[in-house]
Structure formats: C-alpha cells, structure tokens
C-alpha cells in the first residue's frame, strides 16, 4: 500500500468536475515543476494566474479542444504545489482525452533536458488534491473537512455552517482553546520544575480561574459543534404502526410530495420508502415501512422483518395511531404488542413520539399524550415538526453555527473529561500536579485531533478517501 509521504511526492492528474456532460469541465494537475508538461500542453509558456485562451495539444500537435488555461505556481494555490488547471468543454469523452494526455506528456522525453516532462504523474485519488493542501499548510484538517462537507450539504443551513468552518471559525475556536490550555500547562509546568520556590506559581496566576473559564468555553463550543454534526448528519426517523395508520400519509405530508402510495387496501407498503425533508435547515431522513402486523403473505412478511430491522437503528421512532380505531378491542391489542416490541428492541436512550392520526375523521379523543394531527388535512403538523427538532437537539441559529463531525464532538467530548479531571487533581487537598499536568497534555492531544497537528496517517485516509476524485 502506498504510504502517505510516497503518495504526496508524485505528482497528480485529475478531472475535477462532476461525471456527466456540462457546459465547462476541469483537468487538474498538481506537483512540482509542470513547465516541459504546460508547453507540451499548450505550446508556450503560461504567465501565473492569468486565464489563456487556446488550443490543449494532442502529441502530434493537434488540437484536442479549445479552452483556458491557468498556472498557480507553488506555493501560491489551492495545493501548494505548482497547479495546471485546463478548463474545457464539458464533455466526458473531451475530459478523457485531455487526461490522457496529461499522463502521456509527463511520461515523454523533453528534448530540453533529456528527462521526463513530468515524471511519476499518475491520476489522483480521492481527496487526494484537497489532502495536499492540508499537507502543506494550506488548510487545517477541520478546513479540508469543511470542503467535503459544502460539496454534501443537503441544506442551505448546512452548506452556510460548511462555509463557516471553511473560513476557519471552527478551528479558530479550537486554536482559542489551544493557546488557554497552553498557558495553563506552562503554569503547571512551571510548579513541577520549581517545587522549592516559595512562591504559589498556580494560586498567584489564578490556575483555578484559568481552568474555569477553559471548560466554561468549551462547553460553549461543544453545545455548537453538537449543533453543527445535527446539520451535517440529520437523524433517522422511522414512521411505525399498524397497517392503514396513514404512515405513507404522514410521509407524503411531512415531504410535501406524493412518496408514497396510498390506498384504502391494508398492507399497501410492503417495502421502505425513504425521503430527506429539511425542517429548519436541519435534515430528516425520514422512512415509512410496512404496517406491523401478524401476515401469512411472504412478501408482506419481508417487508415487516425490515421495517422492524430500521426501527432497530432509528434515531427516534414516530408510532402512528389510527383515532378512528382506538376503541377496537382487537386493534388495542395489537398496539399493546408492538408498542412491547419497542420497548424491547429500542435503547432507552431512542424517543418513541406517539403520534394520533385521522384528527380530521375521528370522533373520539386521543387516549394518551402525543401529537395530534391530520396527514390528510395537514392539520397537527408543525406541531410535529417542532416536536422532531427537540428530538433532534436542535437549539442553535443556523447563523451562528460552523459545521461539525461526529468525531469533532468525540474529541470535545474527551477534552471536556480531561478537564473535569484535571479541576479533580486541582482541587484535590494534595495537589496531585503530576496527574493534573497528564491530564491537560491529553486535553491538548485531543484538541489537536480536530485540526490535524495531532492525527494519525490512518485517520487521514479515511477521511480523505471519503472526498470526490478531483478534489
């Protein structure tokens, strides 16, 4: 497997723009020294940062299309090497060719020097352009996350919050608490070293205070880059309950489209339909499944065994009730089951929001606390909908979040437990410094995680294979 140093000394070639026709599309190059492959490419030489108009040139001097071309010499471009950047017309095959013969010129023979235009080129992997930038100090790892992030944003919400990070005012929140924690450590430090001096180095310098205040701002970065993972992942939400409960109604409705079919005929939904509806800003993946019940039909018993599979991994579960059955014996006590099926199956830590149906058609009173609404007349819904966003979490102005990660917030979480150890150590009667000076080393450690001053090769991969090819 190639190893991470390795890959960063090859240079690169990619198609940067998305699969499929378009007006314009991009081939980049990345590495160092790319003035024999631009001469090869467009027949003279480019001046920095200035767009020429021309031919790209096949190896027998003919054209392969028209268009600009654009040198970002190092260290002045998105990867910190020197960038070609040939932008075309957006035709696959035109892209395919111009990529081809990117490679084929950095493997020719300059007559100039004797040598390789460019030699190694190769196409890029997955975020591999992006990776380069984060390499060479042109973006943190919490930026280059950022990237992915704007590109994925299913929201408007999310991609301002993904614009936000990649302005760099999450990482500058967590450089803010960086600079506070070295400073207490230097204080703790300086103690430890100078055990006989008569002076308190930590009462003087007011090291609790300190150390108040750090988790004080922490916590104020946390509550935001919890918000931020909601915008980024959403939650998954189950719509579960008997057959003919209007399930494929509320789905319909909550998306504000016809999903779903609907019919008067119990066990129509015999298999998941999924939707992402936005409320807020903040994405609901919402996933109708077939109606609970006791079925002898195999294909109906499929689709049950799935939908209770999903239920299993739901971020919170919506049990659909149908009003206008409520008083039927039998259908009490086929909501006694699957409601024990539940309580069963789900973590305590998984809302269950029992939510009455038919409002419109019923004549009786929902039999315990919930949600009550009409599917069909829409009537109840944003009830339903801000009763989601509570579940959810969601607290924040989209204005005043950046964008987060689920492994930001783990790494929060564990400096906030360093901390919390740390004020332990601090308090104690006999200051234990020794363990209190670990504790804020770890503190640190975690907190370089997020922007990458402290990260693992493996970590990087998996973050960076997750990124398009050609970014």
């Known amino acids: 497997m190639m190893t991470l140093l390795a890959r960063h000394n090859n240079p690169i070639a990619a198609i940067a723009t998305a699969p499929g026709r378009g007006s314009v599309g991009i081939v980049r190059v990345s590495g160092k020294g790319l ?55 957006g035709g696959p095959v035109v892209l395919q060719l111009l ?30 352009f992006t990776e ?18 704007l590109i994925d944003a299913s929201t408007e919400a999310a ?12 990482s500058k929140e967590i450089h803010g608490l960086r600079d506070a924690l070295i400073h207490l450590r230097m204080l703790v430090e300086a103690t430890l070293d100078f055990p006989e001096e008569e002076i308190d180095f930590l009462q003087k310098a007011d090291a609790q205070g300190q150390l108040d205040r750090l988790q004080q701002a922490l916590a104020r970065v946390m509550q935001r880059a919890r918000q931020g993972a909601l ?8 719509i579960a309950g008997q057959p003919n409960a209007g399930k494929s109604s509320l789905l319909n409705a909550l998306a504000g489209a016809e999903l779903a ?41 499929i689709g049950i065994a799935r939908a209770w599979g999903h239920i299993e991994t739901a971020d919170a579960v919506l049990f659909l009730h149908d009003l206008t059955r409520v008083e039927a014996a039998d259908y009490r006590a086929e909501e006694e089951r699957i409601a024990a099926g539940l309580a069963e199956k789900l973590p305590a830590s998984v809302p269950v929001i029992d939510v009455w149906n038919k409002l419109d058609a019923a004549a009786v009173a929902a039999p315990g606390p919930g949600v009550r609404l009409s599917a069909k007349s829409g009537q109840g819904l944003d009830t339903l909908r801000r009763r989601l966003l509570d579940v959810a979490g969601w607290q924040a102005a989209p204005e005043g979040v950046f964008i987060a990660r689920e492994r930001h917030v783990q790494a929060l979480r564990r400096v906030d437990g360093h901390l919390q150890a740390a004020a332990a150590h601090l308090a104690a009667q006999a200051r234990l410094l020794d363990l209190l000076a670990e504790e804020l080393r770890l503190a640190q450690n975690a907190l370089s995680e997020i922007t990458g001053e402290f990260t693992s090769d493996d970590l990087l991969g998996v973050i960076f294979s997750s990124f398009c090819i050609g970014k």
Request: proline content about 5%; glycine content about 10%; hydrophobic content about 40%.
């Open 35 to 89: 003035a024999g492959l631009v001469d090869a490419l467009c027949g003279r030489a480019l001046k920095a940062r200035e767009a020429r108009y021309g031919p790209f040139r096949d190896a027998d001097g003919s054209p392969i299309d028209h268009g600009l071309a654009l040198y970002f010499p190092a260290p002045h471009s998105y990867t910190g090497e020197d960038v070609l950047e040939l932008q075309a017309h």
């Open 99 to 128: 990529l081809a013969r990117c490679l084929a010129a950095g493997a020719e023979i300059d007559p100039a020097t004797g040598q390789p235009r460019l030699a190694g080129l190769r196409v890029a992997q997955p975020g591999e």
């Open 132 to 149: 380069r930038a984060f390499l060479n100090d042109k973006i943190d790892l919490a930026q280059a996350e950022a990237i992915a992030d």
């Open 159 to 170: 991609a301002r919050s993904a614009s936000r990070s990649l302005s760099g005012e999450f």
């Open 231 to 238: 915008l980024r992942e959403g939650i998954k939400v189950v």
């Open 261 to 301: 079919i609907v019919t008067p005929v119990a066990g129509t939904t015999r298999d998941v339909v999924a939707q992402t509806i936005q409320i807020e800003g903040v994405p609901l993946h919402v996933m109708d499944t077939a109606g609970l019940r006791d079925s002898e039909d195999e294909v109906e018993k």
